[in-house]
């Protein structure tokens, strides 16, 4: 079992930044592949970045150039750095983990409770 929690969501303006963090508990072999999600009502959850326990990294074409995923496995955190913020980046984010490489599909086992991101123009 793995327990995540997200925190740093928040609002902010065109153009601005926010850090996303994910503290993770529980068994550490199962969160051998991570990723942050975003979800906004009537869409399909979405990939953003992904992550695994050698560093490789995926992200979505969306974000690429703008936002950095990253891992500390000492500190048991996922964090998830976002700059140049758009209004379509507004979503609900959440932090996931699995022992299995699912890439950007939502299909991993274990998630958090998610924090809004909310960007204005």
């Known amino acids: 079992q793995v327990q995540l929690a997200e925190a740093g969501g928040g609002s902010v303006q065109s153009g601005g930044s926010l850090r996303l963090s994910c503290a993770v508990s529980?068994?550490?072999?199962?969160?051998?592949?991570m990723g942050w999600f975003r979800h906004t009502p009537g869409k399909e959850r979405e990939g953003v970045a992904t992550?695994?326990?050698?560093?490789?990294?995926r992200y979505a074409v969306s974000v690429k150039g703008r936002f950095t995923i990253s891992r500390d496995n000492a500190k048991n955190t996922l964090s998830l750095q976002m700059n140049s913020l758009k209004p379509e980046d507004t979503a609900m984010y959440y932090c996931?983990?699995?022992?299995?490489?699912?890439?950007?599909?939502?299909?991993?086992?274990?998630w958090g409770q998610g924090t809004q991101v909310t960007v204005s123009s």
């Open positions: 529980g068994d550490t072999y199962s969160n051998s592949y």
């Open positions: 996931a983990a699995d022992r299995i490489d699912w890439s950007l599909q939502p299909r991993y086992t274990y």
């Open positions: 992550i695994d326990h050698y560093g490789y990294i």
